[in-house]
Every structure is written in structure tokens, then in C-alpha cells.
């Protein structure tokens, strides 16, 4: 099957290598994917796959039957770019003013409709069948889960899930998968403190709302440090301030915002409730007021066992044996395919596009650049999951 597998892949990568060139032109942020859905659905429509779209307003899910009834897998991309203004001299570099594909969605995207070519030559060779989901709004907002609210794991009901990310700390031509903790889950808040302004020689007439910022940030650092076992992993970054309009005018308000980061729902409770506690007892010791406003955002994203076997197995005849990570350190990195991984058993792959370790693609960076030929890896990996588990 591997053979065919990569025969076909040869058949339909320059099309869609083209594909991927695209789309990193024409980058399209969270939920506004509209042109990018309506070419994945051309395609789809060019070789008469059946699908629905404006599935959580641009999400797409697409539907391969074998030749007869089985289990059920899915296969996700997502298809959403970044603000941010991309500086890497491309040849096709992107075209929208302060967009760009800065994180490798259009490699997933393509990578997966290729898989969805292969596997459509393949459907008389396997039982079962496969959903393609190409999903809206992974890096800001989750597309993931209102796609499963509009019930894309039924009908029929889907028995396991796989994805790949294209991984910048990896080189080429490799794949990490582990089994159990993979990446981080996250949550976000906004929090502002409420004192008295005042003049800048007069403190004691104030209700310095600046200090109890600072206050805040200081003691929040030591949550980590002495509430959460030592073994385990949890992050609180403030990565925002605001407070002040000039030099000597003692501000009424601060206003912070700040992620959170956790392996586990027993330390996202702890991390949570620390940050209230502690802004509550801030504003307590400076006779002050606080509103915090605390928000869910994405689960930790955790391999099955048993899935990432199906996975390891797949990607070994892909890259080879010798090419797989399957020992490695969660990443604090989250991903909302966690939702897909907590509805159902699943796994999630690294698939390695740097050429030096000593210069690796950068996540989020307008410098963030892969050469195109890695969606083989994709569009063969994604292929050899579906088969693998449908197979077994």
C-alpha cells in the first residue's frame, strides 16, 4: 500500500505544491477563510468528493467511503494565517498588508488535500470511512470545537482522530510522536485594578492603582515556584500593562493581560484560582477594587496510547524507524485539536521542515519560511494514519 501511497502522492504534488504557494499568498485570518474554503471545496469538486461546507462559518468536512462499511477516522488541517507582516523574500510571499501564514496552515491545508486525493484513488483497498475536516480559526477563537458542536464526529460516528503539525524545532525529513502528554492546555485573562488617581508628589492621597499592577505581576511569578509540584508543568505570563498617561500623574488604573498554561485540569484549577486570589488580595492591601475577567480557552492535548502507535507505525514507513521522536517533552505550546483528542481517541504529530537546528523556522515570526516539498510528508503521513487505523 506504502507504494501506491507514494505514487500517488508524486501524481498530485505539483498541484498541490502550487496549491500551498497559493494560499501563502492570499493569507486569511481566523474565521474569515472564505476564499481559502471556496478553493479547497474547487478541489474537492474537481475530483468529486462529497462535502459540506460553512460548517462553523468557513469549516469544511469531506467524506470518503470504502468499499465497504468499517470504522471510521478523521483526518483535521487548519486553515487560518496570523497578523503579522511577513519579511522572508519568497518568491511567493504574501500578498495581504500585515497577514501572513507565519505558523504552516497552508502546508497543513494542502498537505491534507492531497492526502484526500490519495485516499479517494484508494477507496476500493480499505474499509470504511474517512472525514477530512478543514478547520476555521486555530490560532485565535477555536475552530475545532463549535465544528464538533455542529456534529462532525457522527453521522457516522468517528471511532478515532489524527492530525500533523509542520514542527520548526525539528529537521526535515523527521516526525515526533508521543504517547500521553502532548501540548499545553491555555487560558487567558484580562485583569484590571481599580484605585484613586492622584498627583505624583501626593501618593499618600492616592489609591496607586500602577503599584498594584506591579504588585501583581511580582507575586503571581511565585505560584509557579510554590504552589505547583515541582514535577509538573505550569506557566503565568503577563505579557501586557497598561497604566499612566504621563510622568507625574499617579494613574486611577492598570490594566493586565496574561496566559496560563497547564499539562493537567488539576493544575489549571490551582493556576486559576491563584489568580484570583491574588488579585483579590492585591487590591485588598491597597484599599483598592479589581474585575478579572478569566477565560477557558483550550484543553491539553493528550496522545492515546494506542493511537500514537497507530501513528508511529504509519510514519516509520513513510520516513523510516530511524527517523521518529517518540520520546519527548510536552511542548507549552496549545493547540485546539485538543478538543478533537477529548471527544475521541486520537493522536497529533510534529512533522519536522527545518534544514538547520542552528536556523529553524520560527513559529509566529515574519521570518517563518519551509520549502514546500515537506507536504509530501503530510500528504503521505495523513494518508498511511487513515489506513493504518481502517487496516488494523
Known sequence: ????????????????????????????????????????????????????????????????????????????????????????????????????????????????????????????????????????????????????????????????????????????????????????????????????????????????????????????????????????AGVITVGKIEAGTTYNIIPEKSKLQGTVRFLNDETQSILQKSIEDTAKAVALEFGGDYELKYKREYPPLINDEAMAIVARKAFAKVLGEQNLINNAKPDMGAEDFAFLTRARQGAYVFVGISKDLNNPALHHSPHFSWDTKNIKNLMQGDAMMALEFLNS
Open 1 to 232: 500500500m506504502l507504494e501506491k501511497v507514494r505514487k500517488l502522492c508524486d501524481k498530485y504534488y505539483d498541484e498541490m505544491a502550487a496549491f500551498r504557494e497559493h494560499l501563502h499568498q492570499y493569507p486569511e485570518l481566523s474565521f474569515e477563510e472564505f476564499e481559502t474554503a471556496k478553493k479547497v471545496c474547487a478541489f474537492l469538486d474537481k475530483y468529486k468528493i462529497p462535502y459540506k461546507n460553512s460548517i462553523a462559518k468557513t469549516g469544511i468536512l469531506a467524506t470518503i467511503k470504502g468499499k465497504k462499511e468499517g470504522k471510521c477516522v478523521l483526518l483535521r488541517a487548519d486553515m487560518d494565517a496570523l497578523p503579522v507582516e511577513e519579511d522572508t523574500k519568497l518568491a511567493y510571499s504574501s500578498k495581504i498588508k500585515g497577514k501572513m501564514h507565519a505558523c504552516g496552515h497552508d502546508g497543513h491545508t494542502s498537505g491534507l488535500l492531497g492526502a484526500a486525493l490519495i485516499l479517494n484513488e484508494l477507496k476500493d483497498e480499505f474499509s470504511g470511512t474517512v472525514k477530512i475536516m478543514f478547520q476555521p480559526a486555530e490560532e485565535n477563537g477555536g475552530g475545532a470545537k463549535p465544528m464538533i458542536d455542529e456534529g462532525i464526529l457522527e453521522n457516522p460516528k468517528v471511532d478515532a482522530v489524527f492530525g500533523c503539525h509542520l514542527w520548526g524545532p525539528m529537521l526535515e525529513n523527521t516526525a515526533q510522536i508521543v504517547s500521553g502528554e502532548m501540548m499545553a492546555g491555555v487560558d487567558v485573562f484580562d485583569l484590571e485594578f481599580i484605585g484613586k488617581g492622584g498627583h505624583g508628589a501626593h501618593p499618600h492621597t492616592t489609591i496607586d492603582a500602577l503599584l498594584m499592577g506591579a504588585r501583581f505581576v511580582n507575586n503571581i511569578q511565585a505560584v509557579v515556584s510554590r504552589r505547583i509540584k515541582p514535577v509538573e
